[in-house]
Antibody, heavy 121, light 108 residues
Framework: EVQLVESGGGLVQPGGSLRLSCAVS????????MDWVRQAPGKGLEWVGR??????????EYAASVKGRFTISREASKNSLYLQMNSLKTEDTAVYYC????????????WGKGTTVTVSS | SYVLTQSPSVSVAPGKTATITCGGN??????VHWYRQRPGQAPVVVIY???GRPSGIPERFSGSNSGNTATLTISRVEAGDEGDYYC???????????FGGGTKLTVL
């Protein structure tokens, strides 16, 4: 069964750091683009960033709102995707989803259930 | 950066047709995907590449894309169709995924 399971969310103070994980199963991890998408309370979906697949050198792209603060990485041996979040701001409070993308222009065909990050003093 | 515009809400009676639009500059030249999100749940794709329908999505769901508007049409609307619907594209110049602001579908 294709599955994505996020973990690592929690409460963190402004300026702090947190690393989210996304455990992948049921498909060949290296073949797929992977995205992080977040949703602030009561708001819409916001794309955070992406890592391309192995064939495209795992190149990463980021939304302007997180570029320079967030880093996406993969660990193939653990079939895991990560989102390292530094210099967190209150506006980063959101549910964070990892999702599998079908291709560079394609849709996100598998989503995790999300993990909640709260940035507050 | 590329902007997708959706109406905040659409209301429709059961059995009628719901039309949800997504506006963007020359969006007809891009591939548009649509997601439904029910409260407390992750989004689920309901239409991909403008008009493709994933397995498990009823034939009542259809999509089109031309000019500056992409459209998601839900025929014979049911109570279970309620939720927030988002359009999404890949913006080539910025190399960013872009989501519309979302449309809340209410079944009266």
């Amino acid at each position: 069964e294709v599955q994505l399971v996020e973990s690592g969310g929690g409460l963190v103070q402004p300026g702090g750091s947190l690393r989210l994980s996304c455990a992948v199963s049921g498909f060949i991890f290296s073949d797929h683009y992977m995205d992080w998408v977040r949703q602030a309370p009561g708001k819409g979906l916001e794309w955070v960033g992406r890592t391309r697949n192995k064939a495209n050198s795992y190149i990463t792209e980021y939304a302007a709102s997180v570029k320079g603060r967030f880093t996406i990485s993969r660990e193939a041996s653990k079939n895991s995707l990560y989102l390292q979040m530094n210099s967190l701001k209150t506006e980063d409070t959101a549910v964070y989803y990892c999702a599998r993308s079908e291709s560079v222009t394609g849709h996100m065909d598998v989503w995790g259930k999300g993990t909640t990050v709260t940035v507050s003093s | 950066s590329y902007v997708l515009t959706q109406s905040p809400s659409v209301s429709v009676a059961p059995g009628k047709t719901a039309t949800i639009t997504c506006g963007g500059n020359t969006i007809g030249t891009r591939s548009v995907h649509w997601y439904r999100q029910r409260p407390g749940q992750a989004p689920v794709v309901v239409i991909y590449y403008d008009s493709g329908r994933p397995s498990g999505i009823p034939e009542r769901f259809s999509g089109s894309n031309s000019g500056n508007t992409a459209t998601l049409t839900i025929s014979r609307v049911e109570a279970g169709d309620e939720g927030d619907y988002y359009c999404q594209v890949w913006d080539v110049p910025s190399e960013h995924v872009v989501f519309g602001g979302g449309t809340k579908l209410t079944v009266l």
